[in-house]
């Protein structure tokens, strides 16, 4: 059974970082590439950041590019996000997810974790 259990989240001022993680579990962790999505209340889940399954290709949204950075730990079976310069409109309940391929589009994931709540308080 596939288990993607995310941390990290919390309340955090403008300006600040917090660093998210998630823990994979009965995953072929190498076999997937790993992404962050997030999704705001009454709008749709947005792509924030993918991690190819060796981390020699990252992608990132342009509404977080040079603020977030998405890595991965294969020894430990853990991708994070790190996000710095913070903003009102980051606050969302944050996901991550795995895929085969190297997508920004939810559908093309096949796992997802339960998200973890970031708000940035303004």
């Known amino acids: 059974q596939v288990q993607l259990v995310e941390s990290g989240g919390g309340l955090v001022q403008t300006g600040g970082s917090v660093r998210l993680s998630c823990v994979s579990s009965?995953?072929?962790?190498?076999?997937?590439?790993m992404g962050w999505f997030r999704q705001a209340p009454g709008k749709e889940r947005e792509f924030v950041a993918a991690?190819?399954?060796?981390?020699?290709?990252?992608d990132y949204a342009d509404s977080v590019k040079g603020r977030f950075t998405i890595s991965r730990d294969n020894a430990k079976n853990t991708v994070y996000l790190q996000m710095s310069s913070l903003k009102p409109d980051d606050t969302a309940v944050y996901y991550c997810?795995?895929?085969?391929?190297?997508?920004?589009?939810?559908?093309?994931?096949?796992?997802w974790g339960q998200g973890t709540q970031v708000t940035v308080s303004s």
């Open positions: 997810a795995a895929t085969r391929d190297y997508s920004r589009v939810a559908v093309q994931y096949d796992y």
């Open positions: 009965g995953l072929s962790f190498t076999l997937y590439t």
């Open positions: 991690v190819r399954w060796n981390s020699r290709s990252t």
